[in-house]
């Protein structure tokens, strides 16, 4: 029904219908302008033109009923806490009715008619895939009783890797960095849409994925292995991949974290990250990938909570800058399709602006879902006061209302917006996503040192193995801890593999680095992992004093491929043809750095891997490289560089070995 408040509501709607029809005449975002002149193959997701004109109908419909305030709800992607939209749990109805006044999912979409709901594992929104489809179900059978029925969008942070949300019995991916490693983009596609197909049966109809970002900075706290790598044309094909990959499984892909995050030393989720980037430095390096992503049709792009100067000289992060969304996402990239800002509960968007300030301030910019508000309330009443004073107009809502119903028509929602059991039990976690998952990691384990050609470890001579090392925490549902997967991997392939974990933090006490090296005297190989390794890292003295005993040492680098520039691996009397001698000499230096750290290794066969994340999947397939059963075939996607001196390059972009 038309709001009186506002008489030329609908005349505004048929001319923004108009509009947005010939935005998206084909039903998907349109091309950057630096291709719109080229002949370009139509994105495979696209809505047949029978579908569109139907779509078309029922979105212009549909908004003519539509009030002010149901308007208001669809540009809000909310958290709700519990397993159930009608029974959560009691803490969870707790939390609920703290945060927002209502009891479940059910009546958050009642009282705020929010167009989207992100599922997030410490909101106790996933437990197993049945349970999840139930929740989708409810919420969706929720949306659909309202008098202007509107499905909603589902999400999820679903990257894989060291970012997964659903775990097993889901299919375990590898991550992006990993992908990277292994350079081919039909595997980064095939990963995709074994994802979004698994997504799409448990009623996801959006994932936060792929990551865009071009890891310039191997200090980046915050992106990391999360990217595929630091060359922009091989993230870019990559993320292209992707995004055919998922939307082709019915779920709308996500390129995140635009303008790029790739180049900072500063974590958006605690504070506010300045990119010192130049427009031209921004157009080689960080554009690229968005580019792409726009190319191959993608329905969402993520905005970052970071500074960029360079395109906005406002002290204000890009999440909130008209010039950065409106001007280049927009204008000059050609992206017409949704654009929805990173978590508005981070410290990045939180700084200068109160909680009711930002959405207004983001929708101002050009943003249309406002992504996980920490006080919905605030944040909903915020948007709704400003359309009633006028800083906001309801034509500048309903544009961003008709992208969101237009991307949920895309993605089928409107057809049928629910899943089932059958649908759970003939997709997720089969026995064929699982294999296709372990050929793809199989693809992504990279080999940088291999000396004596220790690697592959012999039966007859490396039976008997201690695999040893820190057991940090994996991402929900992922295996571990990783010791015991790698343990277990490797007693499945015949040898007899004993574990001993250094604790769940990185760095060994001094007492488990003695028990490890007793325990490491009476074995043919030690296999020892490390995480985030740097100068000062007592895990350099883990590693150093295991390759004392004389005992064959291979290394494991479970995140970060960075770690091995900072231990002393080679002797220059193996097979590894890459920087021998530097190496040594930049690990010998780096322990000038680290009073803690061992003197120089004994000569003995050592060997160095990377495994980019220590999820299951990734893990048992750096067991099978180890064992041999699989020639590892990684390439670093980014260059290791020299603990000594970081601008200087120890193992370049594309080394790896093979056997």
């Not at 395109?311 to 990239?333: C, F, H, W, Y």
């Not at 690697?455 to 801890?481: E, F, I, N, Q």
Request: proline share 8%; charged share 20%.
């Amino acid at each position: 029904m038309q709001n009186p408040a506002f008489p030329q509501a609908a005349s505004r709607r048929a001319l923004l219908a108009a509009a947005l029809a010939a935005t998206a005449a084909a039903c998907s975002p349109q091309p950057s302008a630096a291709t719109r002149d080229r002949k370009t193959t139509p994105a495979p997701t696209q809505t047949p033109t029978r579908h569109r004109e139907r779509d078309r109908k029922r979105i212009d419909a549909l908004l003519g009923r539509m009030t002010l305030d149901e308007k208001i709800g669809q540009l809000f992607v909310a958290r709700v806490y519990g397993h159930s939209a009608t029974a959560p749990d009691p803490a969870d109805i707790a939390q609920n009715r703290k945060e927002a006044g209502v009891a479940n999912a059910a009546e958050l979409i009642a009282k705020y008619h929010v167009g989207g709901i992100m599922y997030i594992g410490w909101a106790h929104n996933i437990r197993d895939p049945h349970q999840l489809a139930a929740l989708s179900n409810g919420i969706q059978k929720a949306a659909l009783a309202g008098p202007a029925p509107v499905p909603v969008l589902l999400s999820t942070d679903q990257e894989h890797g060291i970012v997964t949300r659903i775990g097993a019995p889901a299919t375990l991916l590898p991550g992006a960095m990993a992908l990277g490693a292994g350079r081919s983009a039909a595997d980064a596609r095939t990963a995709a849409g074994i994802a979004g197909a698994e997504l799409a049966a448990l009623g996801i109809r959006q994932d936060y994925a792929p990551v865009a970002d071009v890891n310039v900075d191997p200090a980046n706290p915050v992106i990391g292995v999360r990217s595929f790598g630091a060359d922009p044309r091989a993230v870019a094909r990559l993320v292209a991949a992707q995004v055919e990959g998922y939307q082709s499984a019915g779920v709308a892909a996500t390129a995140k974290h635009f303008p790029g995050h790739g180049d900072t030393a500063v974590d958006s989720h605690i504070g506010l990250p300045v990119i010192t980037h130049s427009r031209a430095e921004w157009e080689r390096l960080d554009a690229p990938p968005f580019r792409a992503a726009i190319e191959a049709g993608i329905d969402a792009i993520m905005t970052a909570h970071l500074l960029f100067p360079a395109l906005d000289p406002v002290d204000d992060p890009a999440t909130l800058s008209k010039p950065i969304i409106t001007g280049v996402l927009r204008r000059e990239l050609g992206f017409g399709g949704v654009v929805v800002t990173d978590s508005l509960g981070m410290a990045g968007v939180r700084k200068k602006y109160g909680d009711g300030r930002v959405p207004v301030l983001a929708l101002k910019a050009g943003a249309d879902q406002l992504l996980n508000p920490p006080d919905l309330p605030t944040a909903w009443a915020a948007v709704r006061r400003a359309v009633r004073e006028g800083v906001l107009s309801e034509a500048r809502i309903e544009e961003s209302v008709l992208r969101i119903l237009e991307l949920k028509a895309r993605r089928g929602l409107f057809d049928d917006p629910h899943t089932s059991d059958r649908e759970v039990n003939r997709t997720v976690g089969t026995r064929e996503h699982r294999a296709a998952a372990d050929r793809i990691a199989e693809r992504t384990t990279t080999l940088l040192v291999n000396e004596g050609g220790l690697l592959p470890l012999s039966l007859s001579h490396h039976r008997k193995l201690l695999v040893v090392g820190p057991d940090p925490a994996a991402p929900s549902g992922t295996g571990g801890p990783p010791t015991a997967v790698l343990g277990r991997a490797l007693t499945a392939l015949g040898f007899t593999a004993e574990t001993l974990s250094t604790g769940t933090a990185p760095e060994p006490t001094t007492e488990r680095i003695k028990a490890a090296v007793a325990a490491a005297k009476n074995q043919d190989a030690v296999i020892v992992t490390t995480y985030d390794v740097d100068a000062g890292s007592r895990q350099r003295r883990l590693v150093s004093e295991l390759a004392a005993t004389g005992v064959p040492l291979v290394h494991v680098a479970i995140r970060n491929p960075y770690d091995v520039a900072y231990l002393n691996l080679t002797h220059g009397n193996g097979n590894d043809n890459a920087n021998r001698s530097t190496n040594r000499v930049g690990a010998g230096r780096a322990a000038e750095a680290a009073p803690d750290a061992a003197p120089e290794a004994s000569a003995v066969p050592i060997a160095s891997l990377a495994t980019y994340s220590w999820t299951d999947v990734e893990l048992r397939a750096a067991a099978r490289v180890i064992a041999g059963r699989v020639n590892p075939r990684g390439r670093l996607p980014v260059p290791v560089r020299r603990a000594d001196a970081p601008h200087g390059v120890l193992y370049p972009r594309g080394h790896g070995l093979s056997y």
